[in-house]
């Protein structure tokens, strides 16, 4: 059973699930899983499970027969599904730190432990490696991706108040605290909304600087291979999670628009009234203000739903989130070993 210590001192004694989601890696995904450290400071037990998200090639054989466990999925379900499955298996077998990183061999698995620092250290509930946090370790990459990468981590500085250099990066450690707490919707990925889902949830999120490869050896890139498609579907997911969490500040945003617009055209008629003396010919100014100004007031409206229903959620995830804290403690209570989320026996039944 992991033990659970007190924030005055580093937790020892901890269970890891290193989780390697892979579409078509057969070339990389047997280096990632055999790099993965089984010994590492604060750390009792360290296992391995690679979700094979549709691939047609090798790539669950080569996981198999480096060690690792295997979830393996029929078609391609994106690596934000993935990823949601991960969180799942990792809670039914108890594990107090799930490690998210990717199978393309781009991270290097020996950087787990400084990844996991934070976590064991008790001074992060999510810790993520950082590609541009320290100079030194900025890596080679396309120009177009570094920009975007640079333009996501301001998005989600404008949308939270916070600023991380890397928002993007596949390589990060969790808190059991922070899996229990994580709500995410998004199938395409994970990343940013993951950082949206806790910030908003007054989670702490820590950066480490690490150094990683800036382009695939083998391949291309499954997540970011049309950098509009990745953009447009970044930005929907963002977009979604600010929504679904500041409702309010939303919407009074474009209502405030509206207001704007409407006082606008009252005022071009009101200034034509004083000089002429006279609404016409301009009386459709106050029509168009008014239908401004009633389109404001009904948006301000649904902001203010939308805040209230926010803080229903936000209640009943409290709630869940105690749910499942005793579930995963009763489970913890029976082992890992008796719970029914074995890496093996899930790819190979159900799918």
Not at 321 to 328: E, M, N, P
Request: net charge neutral.
């Amino acid at each position: 059973m992991p033990v659970h210590k007190s924030e005055a001192s580093p937790a020892t004694g901890l269970s890891l699930l290193v989780v390697v989601p892979c579409l078509n890696e057969e070339h990389t995904v047997s280096g990632v899983v055999s790099g993965v450290p089984r010994r590492i400071s604060g750390i009792e037990r360290v296992d391995v499970l690679v979700i094979d998200d549709g691939s047609s090639d090798a790539t669950a054989q080569r996981a198999r027969e480096s060690g690792a466990d295997v979830v393996r999925h029929a078609v391609n379900q994106g690596l934000g599904s993935s990823f949601q499955e991960a969180v799942r298996i990792a809670l039914a077998r108890g594990v107090d730190i799930l490690v998210n990183i990717d199978g393309d061999g781009q991270f290097n698995p020996e950087h787990i432990p400084l990844v996991v620092a934070p976590i064991i250290q008790q001074q992060a509930d999510m810790a993520t490696a950082s590609r541009f946090l320290d100079s030194d370790k900025v890596p080679e990459m396309p120009t177009i991706k570094r920009w975007g990468n640079g333009w996501v981590a301001k998005i989600v500085w404008l949308l939270t108040g916070k600023r991380f250099h890397d928002v993007s990066c596949g390589f990060r450690a969790f808190s059991r605290k922070a899996l229990l707490r994580m709500n995410l919707f998004g199938t395409f990925t994970y990343t940013q909304e993951c950082f949206l889902d806790l910030l908003f949830k007054d989670m702490t999120i820590l950066e480490v600087p690490v150094k990683v490869r800036g382009t695939r050896e083998f391949g291309t890139s499954r997540i970011a291979s049309s950098i509009p498609r990745y953009a447009f579907r970044s930005l929907q997911i963002m977009l979604g999670a600010f929504i679904s969490y500041r409702p309010f500040r939303f919407f009074a945003a474009i209502a405030s628009v509206f207001l704007l617009m409407g006082l606008g055209f009252v005022v071009f008629l009101g200034v034509h009234y004083l000089s002429a003396h006279a609404f016409t010919p301009h009386i459709w100014a106050g029509f168009v203000g008014g239908s401004f100004a009633f389109l404001g007031i009904i948006t301000l409206i649904v902001g203010l739903v939308g805040d209230m229903l926010m803080r229903i959620r936000m209640n009943q995830e409290s709630i869940l989130y105690l749910l499942k804290a005793g579930d995963t403690e009763s489970a913890m209570d029976i082992g890992p070993a008796n719970t029914p989320a074995d890496g093996r026996q899930t790819g190979e039944s159900g799918r």
